[in-house]
């Protein structure tokens, strides 16, 4: 007997050790038995729930309704016990999920007389659920939504997955990529970056690499590519896979090229006129003094009573003669190396200002210098050579970056502004805040071969000033008495 | 008569400007030489006949930039510009202001010299044609404010009786004006007055208000 009392007493505590909740309802779903469990998940008193109806623990009304009608049905139908999943209310108010695991409890007859079951709380894991699948949802529509091309690659090389950037820059729809290997895609000139690729992908985290891929259409494209490490992709591993066209950033740094090539073919032709006109200019002084001494001497000599000798006067008349044909041959050498015509349309000033900024934007960037621009709201066009005002205007700012780019954070400032002045045309003032102008570098600024930089030629400003002045403008230096240095570039405005 | 003639260099260039001098003396004219425009604006005498050979394109203050400067002043001496490398724009813009030659160097020896009497000839007759005018001027100036109000009205053509109820005076009154003005104006006839005014673009306003 006490063997037995033993047996029962095992099973008791076992139920009561058990986390979950074990009920006994009648068939009218009046709770007979309920596990210490069961107390813990309605967070009451122990014998309390003994009598009361399951009913009562519903939250909804329609709920509890639905289920006083089906508890009859189970007993007369006996149908096949699967789980029920539902919420309860527990005495504190709180609303649970939980899963309920139930069966038939029958007397010696085989006659149902009540229910069995054992009560879950899968509150925590619905919202762990909820939260997982909202995340995917999120990681989804990144996925499909990204600007840039990202597939998931299998080792052997197969697109497993890839979003609609992915189709989009390669032209292929998900079929045609599903039956495709990486190497396919991969344009002949490209194609041993792959094995590098690969290799690398051994080592490292992720590679990145710039090459080209053939689309469906055969044509080229430049991309660049991040591949990351392995992850597990329906249980294999797998490569994720990111892809930027660089098609768009290809054009406009091959345009900015074209722009750099042609304003360097304009400076070197100006550097070669200026250099010409420079040295037919310093030639010239020394040559027009030989010829007005020689010519001097012979007037004198023709005048004094001394009577010199004929051939005295013809080699002095040579000397004269032959300074002149230098003079000529330098003259016919100017010519030749002489600037091109200006081409010159209406141009916004301001535009070609911002232009100019723009291709300057690396030179101010590693420099840290801060440029203003302050540009006048409204601005009648000027006739302008569009190429060459522009070469004017990056080689000054170019002189303003380089009298700050070594001066301390505060001083690494340039203004450029532009307006229209009462003399009816329009100013552009770029305004450096470096050491400033000597006297002396502000009295030889413009003359060819001057320079105050250690690697100048000294035609910069000259060139400019020419170059403005042939668009009958001017282009002075101000003297600022305290802070740096000031350009003052002046183009008339054209007549209507 | 080369006592009261200068002619003025001004190059920054040193062999040029010797060279120069050593030229313009060999045909016995005297010559000063300056290397900046400032150095020149300095030492300028007025007085003297003359006139200016000037480089264009010079350290500091252009050669331009003087010719600016000196019409601003209205000092009107004739300027010959003389340039290493000149290009067609300045020629023109020096021209239009009115240089009255443009040469490039070396230039031509004979050609310079001509320039040179050429724009001594020209000083002459302005210096001439200033000083008469100067002397017309000192004349008006004699003027009462009321002579020059007669004067004014004179030279529209009124006659004396529509001037002096004009001006609200007796006819006697204007006929001692008019006297008094030919007096002045050292001249006989009304006709010989007005044409010695337009002659110098004078008129009764141009005399300096007392």
């Known amino acids: 007997m006490s063997a037995v009392i033993t047996e029962q007493d095992r099973y008791r505590k076992l139920i009561e050790t058990i986390p979950h909740g074990i009920e006994e309802i009648d068939i009218l779903g009046n709770i007979q038995f309920a596990s210490r469990g069961l107390y813990t998940l309605y967070d009451c008193e122990p014998g309390q729930l003994i009598g009361q109806s399951i009913f009562d623990r519903i939250p909804t009304t329609a709920e509890a309704r639905k289920l006083e009608i089906q508890l009859p049905k189970l007993i007369v139908n006996q149908p096949t016990i699967k789980p029920y999943f539902g919420q309860k209310k527990t005495d504190t108010g709180r609303i649970i999920d939980v899963q309920v695991d139930w069966n038939y409890k029958r007397d010696d007859d085989g006659n149902v007389v009540g229910f069995i079951s054992i009560i879950t709380d899968i509150t925590e894991r619905n919202m762990a659920m909820k939260r997982l699948s909202e995340s995917e949802e999120l990681h989804r529509s990144i996925f499909e939504t990204a600007w840039n091309g990202i597939a998931v690659i299998s080792p052997d090389g197969f697109f497993l997955e890839c979003n609609p950037a992915f189709r989009r820059i390669t032209g292929y729809s998900k079929i045609e990529l599903g039956c495709r290997k990486v190497r396919q895609l991969i344009h002949p000139d490209s194609i041993h970056f792959l094995d590098q690729f690969k290799k690398q992908l051994y080592l490292n985290d992720h590679v990145h690499a710039e090459f080209h891929i053939i689309n469906r259409h055969g044509i080229k494209i430049p991309v660049e590519i991040l591949t990351g490490t392995t992850f597990t992709y329906h249980g294999q591993p797998a490569f994720l896979t990111f892809m930027r066209d660089l098609t768009q950033n290809k054009l406009v740094a091959r345009q900015l090229r074209q722009h750099q090539i042609e304003l360097a073919h304009v400076a070197r032709m100006n550097t070669l006129g200026e250099m010409t006109a420079g040295i037919a200019h310093e030639i010239n002084q020394p040559l027009g003094a030989i010829a007005n001494y020689s010519k001097g001497v012979i007037r004198r000599l023709s005048n004094s009573e001394l009577k010199p000798d004929d051939a005295l006067i013809n080699a002095i008349g040579e000397i004269s003669k032959q300074a002149e044909r230098a003079a000529q041959i330098i003259t016919r050498l100017r010519g030749f190396a002489k600037k091109g015509e200006l081409k010159k349309i209406e141009v916004d000033v301001n535009a070609v200002v911002r232009e100019s900024i723009e291709f300057l934007q690396p030179e101010l960037g590693q420099n840290d210098i801060t440029l203003k621009k302050r540009l006048a709201k409204i601005l009648p066009r000027v006739k302008a050579d569009k190429i060459q005002l522009e070469q004017v205007l990056v080689n000054l700012i170019k002189n303003a970056c380089d009298a700050v780019a070594h001066c301390p954070p505060a001083n690494r400032r340039i203004h450029v502004q532009t307006h229209i002045s009462h003399e009816q045309s329009v100013e552009i003032l770029i305004h450096d805040f470096g050491p400033g102008l000597s006297e002396e570098a502000l009295a030889h600024l413009f003359e060819p071969f001057y320079t105050t930089k250690e690697s100048g030629m000294g035609v910069g400003l000259t060139i400019s000033q020419s170059i403005i002045e042939a668009h009958g403008g001017t282009l002075t230096a101000l003297p600022i008495p305290r802070e740096g240095a000031c350009f003052r570039l002046s183009l008339p405005i054209q007549e209507q | ?210």
């Open chain 2, 1 to 210: 008569m080369t006592d009261d003639v200068m002619i003025y260099v001004v190059d920054d260039d040193n062999a040029m400007l010797s060279s120069l001098q050593f030229l313009i003396e060999s045909i016995g004219l005297p010559v000063s030489i300056f290397n900046s425009a400032n150095d020149f604006l300095a030492a300028f005498d007025d007085t003297k006949c003359g006139c200016l050979l000037l480089d264009v394109r010079m350290p500091g203050m252009s050669g331009l930039e003087l010719q600016e400067a000196l019409n601003k002043q209205h000092i009107d001496i004739p300027i010959i510009f003389i340039t290493g490398h000149g290009d067609v724009p300045m020629a023109v813009r020096a021209m239009k202001a009115g240089a009255i030659e443009f040469l490039n160097k070396p230039f031509n020896d004979q050609e310079l010299l001509d320039s040179i009497h050429r724009a001594i000839e020209l000083d002459k007759t302005q210096r001439v044609t200033r000083c008469k005018r100067n002397a017309v001027m000192k004349r008006l100036n004699l003027l009462t404010n009321r002579e020059r109000e007669v004067l004014e009205r004179l030279m529209t053509g009124k006659l004396n009786k529509v001037i002096a109820s004009d001006m609200n005076l007796s006819i006697k009154t204007i006929e001692l004006h008019r006297s008094n003005i030919m007096k002045k104006m050292e001249t006989r006839s009304l006709a010989q007055l007005i044409s010695l005014l337009y002659a110098h673009q004078l008129d009764a306003k141009s005399a300096t208000i007392k």
